[in-house]
């Protein structure tokens, strides 16, 4: 999809828009850093430095890494089911509503355990932005049809949905936690951070400032106050 093509998905509609990232942020851990972790081998987290050290793509990194990993759908769905959403992201999402705020994930993660997890707790509606995981004849199938929206090194370049973003709304609020977010961290009008982690540590260290929280709760409270009460 090319840019002008997002430009024109703006409904104009809410002058507010949320956008939230998935692994270690909805997620309460970093499932797809998991699923390499616990199928995959050395070479896998060798790959995955590559990547942290911006030397290959996004779909690179996944293509490489998932060529060491047998594993079956049954095991997979298995083991993702072993991981949850936050539970107060839930009353995010309602609260979100109740304001007539937009709210998109954005993930440069996989579709295959996001659209697992967020069913399990009955958010079947939301749209996202994810990279596609899917199996076909027992053979896993990587697809990345959003790597053209950016410049490639991510599946999900999510600096350009903030971007498009910010000729339709009247202020963006962003909450992540890691190395993806990093670029979407100077745009956001509002930014969340996990405590403690890449994001919140990356904001500091180049004076941008950032909201770090531990709980959506405390997401919402500053939203309000910035939003509603103040009257941006
Ligand atoms: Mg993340």
């Known amino acids: 999809m090319l840019v002008s093509q997002i430009l024109n998905e703006c409904s104009g509609a809410m002058a507010r828009k949320v956008f939230v990232d998935f692994d270690g942020t909805i997620a309460s851990h970093d499932v797809g850093n998991q699923i390499l972790q616990v199928f995959g081998n050395e070479e896998v987290m060798r790959i995955d430095q590559l990547w942290i050290n911006g030397d290959i793509s996004t779909r690179e990194r996944a293509e ?5 990993i047998d594993v079956s759908e049954y ?9 949850h959403v936050e539970p107060d992201f839930i009353e995010f999402v309602d609260w979100c509503r109740s304001k007539d705020v937009e709210l998109e994930i ?4 996989f579709d295959f355990y ?12 939301l749209p996202r932005r ?3 995981l899917a199996f076909e004849e027992d053979k896993i199938i990587l697809r990345f049809p959003y790597e053209n929206d950016g410049n490639r090194m991510f599946g999900v370049c999510k600096d ?8 339709c709304y009247e202020s963006i609020a962003f ?3 890691s190395n993806s977010d990093i670029p979407a961290a100077p745009i956001a009008d509002i930014l969340f951070a996990r405590e403690g982690l890449i994001l919140a540590r990356y904001c500091k260290l180049n004076e941008i400032p950032v909201f770090e929280f531990s709980r ?9 106050a910035k939003w509603f009460d103040e009257g941006i």
């Open 130 to 132: 994810a990279n596609s």
């Open 114 to 125: 996001i659209d697992r997890m967020l069913a399990a707790v009955g958010l079947t509606a």
């Open 106 to 109: 954005l993930s440069d993660g």
């Open 216 to 224: 959506f709760v405390e997401v919402s409270t500053v939203l309000h």
């Open 75 to 83: 095991e997979l769905k298995r083991f993702v089911d072993s991981f």
């Open 160 to 167: 350009v949905y903030l971007r498009s973003a910010a000729n």
């Open 175 to 177: 909450i992540g936690d």
């Open 64 to 68: 490489a890494q998932f060529a060491h």
